[in-house]
């Protein structure tokens, strides 16, 4: 028997802000609203449900890998937002990006408080 990712729930404060933040990100559009879940599909197959638990959300962490093209428009879509991003997962770096694996990472916070990462190569993909 094969398994697959299918969705998950993402909580957030607010779905539409949440799931609208990210979409914008990654340059995706949110799907239909259905029930209290406010979709995200991401290409793999895999659905991000966000629903809205209210103030106090359990915080996650939530990485994307992407194409170097794609993180170039993420990234500009983060700058043009004042998002601030960091290249390691403590904030310990603000203002940069990482070339962890010979690729290019970063990380931000989503409305909610959730950690989001991006990179462009896996971990263990190679490179210093």
């Known amino acids: 028997m094969s398994a697959e990712f299918n969705h998950t729930i993402v909580f957030a ?16 559009e949110v799907g239909q609203e ?3 879940f406010v979709p995200l599909a991401l290409s793999n197959g895999v659905t991000l449900d966000f629903a809205t638990l209210g103030d106090e959300v359990p915080l996650q962490h939530y990485a994307f890998l992407v194409s170097e093209d794609e993180f170039d428009g993420i990234f500009r879509r983060i700058e043009e937002a ?6 390691d ?5 603000p203002g940069e ?5 010979g690729g290019r990472g970063m990380y931000f916070h989503d409305p909610a408080g959730h950690g989001m990462e991006v990179i462009t190569r896996p971990y263990g993909g190679g490179g210093s």
């Not at 404060?13 to 995706?28: K, Q």
């Not at 004042?82 to 290249?87: E, I, K, M, P």
């Not at 997962?89 to 770096?93: A, T, V």
């Open 97 to 101: 990006i990482n070339h962890n694996d």
């Open 89 to 93: 997962p403590h904030g310990k770096r």
């Open 34 to 36: 259905w029930g209290p």
């Open 13 to 28: 404060r607010d779905n539409h802000e949440s799931a609208a933040f990210l979409a914008h990100v990654l340059g995706l």
């Open 82 to 87: 004042g998002v601030t991003y960091f290249a």
